[in-house]
C-alpha cells in the first residue's frame, strides 16, 4: 500500500513532442499523494491519455520526467513497475469470447509461470481470489464461467475492474472508464472504483470527460488544456468559470457541462 498524504506519482516538467512536431504535453508538473482519487479533465485532443501512457511507460517523454514511487518510469524500469499498476479502460479492454475467469485471472498472468499462462491452467488460489474480487465488484460466482461477450457493458466494466485489482497495484490508471456507459451505470462504476481503491488504499489517476462526475467522485482534479496543466485543485473550485476557461463559453459540450452547470446551454448546441 501507499503511505497516506505522501506523494507516491510525480509529474516533473513533462512534455511530449511527437515526430510531426505536435507537442501532446507541455510542462506538466503535479504531484499525486498515495490514496488520492485524481481525476484529468480537459476536452479532446487535450493531452489526458497521453498524459496515462507517460505513467504505464507506452510514451515515453521528451522532456521531464514521470516517478512512481521515487523510481524514475524509464525504459530500464517499466518491466518492474508495470505489475504494480492496474489499467481500466474505456471499452473494457477484455477479451469477449474469453469466460470471465480467463478475462481476471489475466490481471496476474505476470506472476504466473509461462506454460500456465499459454495453456489456461490456474492454481486454486488465483481462482478463488477472482471469485473474491467478482463478488467485490458486485458479481456472482456462476459469472466465472459466462463468455464476456454476453454480459452488460456495465457488467464487463466491473470484471475490467476486478482484472486491474488481481495483482494488488498500489497505482490504478482508469482512462476513461465511464465514457461507454449510460449515466446511471457510470455513477455506479467510478462509485465501485472509488470505495475498493480507498479500501485498498490503492491511489487513482482517472481521466474523464464528464464534468459533474469529476465533481462528484474526484477528491482532486487536474484539467489540461493544449498539454498544459490549467487548473489544479478541489473539485469545490472547479466552478463555472474555470469550466469556461478550459473548455471555452462559446464550444462547451452540453451533454458533458449540461448537468453541473445547466446556465451554461448554447443555442444550437
Same mark, same amino acid.
Given at each position: 500500500?501507499?503511505?497516506?498524504?505522501?506523494?507516491?506519482?510525480?509529474?516533473?516538467?513533462?512534455?511530449?513532442?511527437?515526430?510531426?512536431?505536435?507537442?501532446?504535453?507541455?510542462?506538466?508538473?503535479?504531484?499525486?499523494?498515495?490514496?488520492?482519487?485524481?481525476?484529468?479533465?480537459?476536452?479532446?485532443?487535450?493531452?489526458?491519455?497521453?498524459?496515462?501512457?507517460?505513467?504505464?511507460?507506452?510514451?515515453?517523454?521528451?522532456?521531464?520526467?514521470?516517478?512512481?514511487?521515487?523510481?524514475?518510469?524509464?525504459?530500464?524500469?517499466?518491466?518492474?513497475?508495470?505489475?504494480?499498476?492496474?489499467?481500466?479502460?474505456?471499452?473494457?479492454?477484455?477479451?469477449? =469470447?474469453?469466460?470471465?475467469?480467463?478475462?481476471?485471472?489475466?490481471?496476474?498472468?505476470?506472476?504466473?509461470?509461462?506454460?500456465?499462462?499459454?495453456?489456461?491452467?490456474?492454481?486454486?488460489?488465483?481462482?478463488?481470489?477472482?471469485? =473474491?474480487?467478482?463478488?467485490?465488484?458486485?458479481?456472482?460466482?456462476?459469472?466465472?464461467?459466462?463468455?464476456?461477450?454476453?454480459?452488460?457493458?456495465?457488467?464487463?466494466?466491473?470484471?475490467?475492474?476486478?482484472?486491474?485489482?488481481?495483482?494488488?497495484?498500489?497505482?490504478?490508471?482508469?482512462?476513461?472508464?465511464?465514457?461507454?456507459?449510460?449515466?446511471?451505470?457510470?455513477?455506479?462504476?467510478? =462509485?465501485?472504483? #472509488? #470505495?475498493?481503491?480507498?479500501?485498498?488504499?490503492?491511489?487513482?489517476?482517472?481521466?474523464?470527460?464528464?464534468?459533474?462526475?469529476?465533481?462528484?467522485?474526484?477528491?482532486?482534479?487536474?484539467?489540461?488544456?493544449?498539454? #498544459?496543466?490549467?487548473?489544479?485543485?478541489?473539485?469545490?473550485?472547479?466552478?463555472?468559470?474555470?469550466?469556461? =476557461?478550459?473548455?471555452?463559453?462559446?464550444?462547451?459540450?452540453?451533454?458533458?457541462?449540461?448537468?453541473?452547470?445547466?446556465?451554461?446551454?448554447?443555442?444550437?448546441?
Amino acid at each position: 500500500m501507499t503511505a497516506a498524504h505522501a506523494t507516491y506519482l510525480r509529474f516533473e516538467n513533462v512534455g511530449l513532442v511527437y515526430p510531426d512536431g505536435t507537442a501532446a504535453l507541455s510542462e506538466v508538473t503535479f504531484d499525486v499523494p498515495g490514496g488520492q482519487f485524481c481525476v484529468v479533465l480537459g476536452p479532446s485532443g487535450s493531452g489526458k491519455s497521453t498524459l496515462l501512457r507517460t505513467v504505464n511507460g507506452l510514451s515515453a517523454p521528451t522532456d521531464g520526467r514521470v516517478t512512481i514511487g521515487g523510481t524514475p518510469v524509464d525504459r530500464a524500469s517499466v518491466r518492474r513497475l508495470r505489475p504494480a499498476i492496474g489499467m481500466i479502460h474505456q471499452h473494457f479492454g477484455l477479451v469477449a =469470447r474469453a469466460s470471465v475467469a480467463h478475462n481476471v485471472i489475466a490481471g496476474a498472468v505476470a506472476t504466473l509461470p509461462f506454460w500456465r499462462a499459454l495453456m489456461g491452467v490456474y492454481p486454486r488460489a488465483l481462482t478463488d481470489k477472482a471469485c =473474491r474480487l467478482l463478488a467485490a465488484v458486485g458479481l456472482q460466482p456462476e459469472h466465472l464461467v459466462r463468455r464476456v461477450g454476453a454480459l452488460s457493458g456495465g457488467q464487463q466494466q466491473r470484471v475490467g475492474i476486478a482484472r486491474a485489482l488481481m495483482q494488488d497495484p498500489t497505482l490504478i490508471l482508469a482512462d476513461e472508464p465511464a465514457a461507454s456507459l449510460d449515466p446511471g451505470v457510470a455513477r455506479d462504476i467510478l =462509485r465501485l472504483i #472509488r #470505495r475498493e481503491a480507498a479500501t485498498r488504499g490503492v491511489t487513482v489517476l482517472c481521466t474523464l470527460h464528464q464534468v459533474e462526475l469529476a465533481r462528484e467522485f474526484a477528491d482532486r482534479i487536474v484539467a489540461l488544456q493544449l498539454g #498544459r496543466v490549467a487548473f489544479d485543485g478541489p473539485p469545490a473550485r472547479f466552478d463555472r468559470a474555470a469550466v469556461e =476557461r478550459i473548455y471555452g463559453s462559446g464550444a462547451t459540450a452540453a451533454s458533458d457541462l449540461e448537468p453541473a452547470y445547466p446556465a451554461l446551454r448554447m443555442s444550437g448546441s
